[in-house]
């Protein structure tokens, strides 16, 4: 199956295709993006793509795609991808620096899709050196979001959202005057737990989490799907993306994922962009942006949907939620503090070190830790906020290894 798709010709670029860099290349929103590119008819070229520690999955793209410079996070997967990328002219590299290389290629477009902080240092090359960028990283603007926005203002690089909720909240608010929104409203399909009792999310393994009734995702952002925390963070983006205070951002819940996100005016109009879940139709929307292109993207036929529902969310079945607006609403560096404590979090309930519950509660407990102690506090820079990222992590997984040795369920 391998074989044929690298046998498979790039797309020949026309003379007026828009380069491309795609950062997380290997993952869920890439292989949307590389899908939009193969269909594309020639309208992007790309330049660069770059990954984590996949050198076989990195080389599949960057041939599929006719990239010309592959970057793999990993070092050690170096002489791999050179193997797997062995007969072709395109350059290999591999560790942290050449991921920023890969960012910093001359580009139209970069596309960041890597998951977590680690998306955070070349996203902001990018922006830095004044790229347009295809946001799909939401841990970015939740770990580092002022020092993003700013960036974007003096480089005048522009910052399009990929996530569901976002763009499609891009897209309904037109060039509206921010004073004239009343409210912005993210749906949230609920996950697999919308209808589990509490004790029956408390208890939820890694597999029940990671099954995502509408959405096929990276693992990171299904499990955060599972227990709202998604939606918390994608507030806090929302906060940073649109300028808009936490009193105008609200949350519905929409099982059907079709709504994603609701602009009500101050004159009761209400505009929403509706679309089927199928991430290839925000990527699009951004690559060719401000114009439109053609794409094999699912069609929404309301018809056979029926039925749109809504609900408020239940923060006590859903603590994260809770847990990510209070971050936002305190401000002091909290949302960089619940971002990297909810990495580690993740993590630890993937390899089955905590419970399911135990997510929220660590987050918790991480975000009143920093208060207490001072670590936490609006970051100034990028750099400034990876440094509270990494304290936060080192002191979150210390709290794991002690919470490991005394209870928790094993499988
Ligand atoms: P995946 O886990 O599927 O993919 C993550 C990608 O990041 C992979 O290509 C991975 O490489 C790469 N990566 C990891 N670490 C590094 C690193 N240090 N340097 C370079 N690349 C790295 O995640 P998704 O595609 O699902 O999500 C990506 C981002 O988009 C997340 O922030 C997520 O919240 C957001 N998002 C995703 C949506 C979705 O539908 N999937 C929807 C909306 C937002 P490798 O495979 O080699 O490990
Ligand atoms: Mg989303």
């Not at 105008?248 to 059907?256: G, K, N, S």
Request: aromatic share 4%; glycine share 8%.
């Amino acid at each position: 199956m391998d074989k044929v798709i690298e046998l498979r010709r790039a797309p020949a670029a026309k003379s007026e295709a828009r380069t491309v860099v795609i950062l997380g290349a290997t993952g869920s929103i890439g292989k949307s993006t590389e899908d939009i590119i193969a269909g594309a008819d020639g309208a992007f070229q790309v330049e660069a793509v770059a990954g984590g520690r996949d050198p076989r999955g990195l080389a599949r793209v960057a041939r599929a795609l006719g990239a010309k410079f592959a970057a793999l996070a990993d070092p050690s997967g170096y002489a791999e991808l050179k193997e797997a990328l062995a007969g072709t002219s395109i350059e290999a590299a591999a560790g942290e620096a050449a991921v920023i290389e890969a960012a910093l290629r001359p580009a139209d477009i970069v596309v960041g899709a890597i998951a977590g902080a680690a998306g955070v240092a070349p996203t902001f090359a990018a922006l830095s050196a004044g790229r347009t960028v295809a946001l799909a990283n939401k841990e970015c603007l939740v770990c580092a979001g002022p020092a993003f926005m700013r960036q974007a203002a003096a480089s005048g690089a522009k910052l399009l959202p990929v996530d569901s909720e976002h763009n499609a909240i891009f897209q309904a608010m037109g060039d509206a005057e921010l004073a004239t929104i009343e409210m912005i409203t993210l749906t949230a399909s609920g996950g697999p737990f919308r209808t589990w009792t509490s004790e029956a999310i408390a208890k939820a393994t890694p597999e029940q989490a990671l099954t995502h009734p509408n959405w096929s995702m990276g693992p990171k952002v299904t499990v955060d799907s599972a227990g709202l925390m998604n939606k918390g963070l994608e507030v806090i983006e929302a906060h940073y993306l649109f300028g808009v205070e936490a009193a105008r951002l609200d949350v519905l819940v929409h099982a059907q994922s079709i709504v994603h996100g609701l602009v009500a005016f101050t004159d009761g109009s209400v505009t929403a962009g509706l679309a089927s879940p199928d991430m290839r139709v925000p990527i699009a929307h951004c690559l060719s942006y401000p114009k439109r292109i053609s794409t094999a993207a699912r069609r929404l036929d309301l018809a056979s949907v029926g039925q749109l529902t809504f609900e408020r969310p239940d923060f006590e079945r859903f603590p994260a939620l809770r847990v990510a607006l209070e971050a936002l609403r305190t401000g002091r560096g909290l949302p960089t503090v619940l971002n990297a404590a909810n990495e580690v979090a993740v993590d630890a309930f993937l390899n089955r070190l905590i419970s399911f519950h135990e997510i929220a509660a660590m987050v918790e407990k991480a975000c009143d830790a920093a208060l207490a102690d001072g670590v936490s506090h609006e970051p100034d820079s990028v750099a400034d906020a990876l440094a509270i990222d990494q304290a936060v992590r080192e002191r979150t997984r210390a709290l794991f290894g002690k919470q490991a040795a005394s209870s928790l369920f094993m499988h």
